[in-house]
């Protein structure tokens, strides 16, 4: 596996200017001093999506607060400082979704705007999807199957029955441009894609495995192409739920396709001219910009593509 001179630009979700401070976890009643200060920002989400407003530039910023008393009956998680010294503590805060109201502001998940945050904000949002994610569906003990607590400002769960530690699992996943000799790309439609949509071939690391044999397994697993000239491009984390992706692109060897019927409805090689008149005339629909894959697909094609963002899948 090598390194590409030129890697990916503007990953929207590695920009995060949030310095984490994990130095500051372990202090005794850091919440409930950063609770106590008005000065520290909370950013509240229910289901999933925080409170946004909409900027006359056209990107978008999150709406913060000071603390409040029912955070302290809530799920809350020190994220960090906006400063390497210091600065504004940030905190999450999970609200039940019975705390929206109609006269609340309009709220968006990490998936809609993490494109248009600016960097601290990217940051902010993508570690406390993350963070929240992963709390909500590692809520029991995996060793005696006790419910555990939060621990370490919100870094950790703790049984209280074994006294085990169990800490954020992130899962990587490969995801690779595929190129054949006569510089086309491959792009597949997964199974539950809308009609029109199509991306880059990607999937998990298994144990054991390497990153490059991992981009080599899954092109072959899905389209039956045998790749080479692995090199890596660029990664940012994922949180849905728990995922960092890691981009590559390869050489393809071979360019029959033989589907993963199970995971693939329909793969294709293109040249940038197919590529340009599937995306004008509407028949092919890629990856959003908030996606590594969307930068994958631009890398080869040479510059950005400037369409409007739609769900892949139907």
């Known amino acids: 596996m090598t390194r590409a001179a030129a890697s990916l630009p503007s990953l929207p979700l590695s920009r995060g200017a949030l310095d984490r401070h994990s130095e500051l976890r372990n202090e005794p009643g850091l919440l409930d001093v950063l609770l106590d200060d008005p000065a520290t920002r909370v950013l509240e989400l229910v289901d999933g999506r925080a409170p946004v407003e909409e900027r006359i530039d056209g990107q978008v910023a999150l709406r913060y607060r000071a603390p409040d008393p029912a955070d302290r009956d809530r799920f809350v998680a020190y994220l960090g400082h906006d400063a390497p010294t210091g600065g504004t503590a940030y905190l999450v805060s999970v609200a039940p979704e019975t705390a929206a109201t109609t006269d609340d502001p309009q709220r968006r998940g990490l998936r809609?705007?993490?494109?248009?945050?600016?960097?601290?904000?990217?940051?902010?949002?993508?570690?406390?999807?993350?963070?929240?994610?992963?709390?909500?569906?590692?809520?029991f003990c995996p060793r005696c199957g006790s419910p555990t607590e939060p621990a370490q400002s919100g870094w950790i769960r703790v049984c209280p029955n074994d006294e085990s530690e169990h800490y954020p699992r992130t899962d990587p996943a490969v995801i690779m441009s595929v190129i054949d000799d006569r510089d086309r790309l491959l792009l597949?439609?997964?199974?539950?894609?809308?009609?029109?949509?199509?991306?880059?071939?990607?999937?998990?690391?298994?144990?054991?495995?390497?990153?490059?044999?991992?981009?080599?397994?899954?092109?072959?697993?899905?389209?039956?192409?045998?790749?080479?000239?692995?090199?890596?491009?660029?990664?940012?984390?994922?949180?849905?739920?728990?995922?960092?992706?890691?981009?590559?692109?390869?050489?393809?060897?071979?360019?029959?396709?033989?589907?993963?019927?199970?995971?693939?409805?329909?793969?294709?090689?293109?040249?940038?001219?197919?590529f340009t008149r599937a995306l004008a005339d509407g028949s092919l629909r890629i990856s959003s910009r908030i996606s590594i894959a969307r930068r994958l697909i631009e890398h080869w094609y040479g510059e950005e593509i400037d369409i409007a963002d739609a769900p892949l899948r139907g």
Request: glycine share 12%.
């Open 112 to 139: 809609a705007v993490g494109a248009s945050l600016g960097d601290l904000d990217a940051g902010v949002l993508t570690t406390a999807t993350g963070l929240t994610n992963w709390h909500h569906r590692h809520g």
């Open 188 to 274: 597949a439609r997964g199974v539950g894609f809308a009609s029109a949509g199509m991306s880059v071939l990607a999937g998990f690391v298994e144990p054991g495995e390497s990153l490059a044999s991992a981009v080599a397994r899954e092109v072959h697993e899905e389209a039956g192409v045998t790749v080479t000239d692995v090199t890596y491009l660029g990664d940012q984390p994922w949180p849905f739920p728990s995922s960092l992706m890691i981009g590559f692109t390869a050489r393809a060897v071979t360019t029959d396709l033989t589907l993963q019927e199970s995971e693939i409805e329909a793969a294709q090689w293109f040249d940038r001219d197919e």
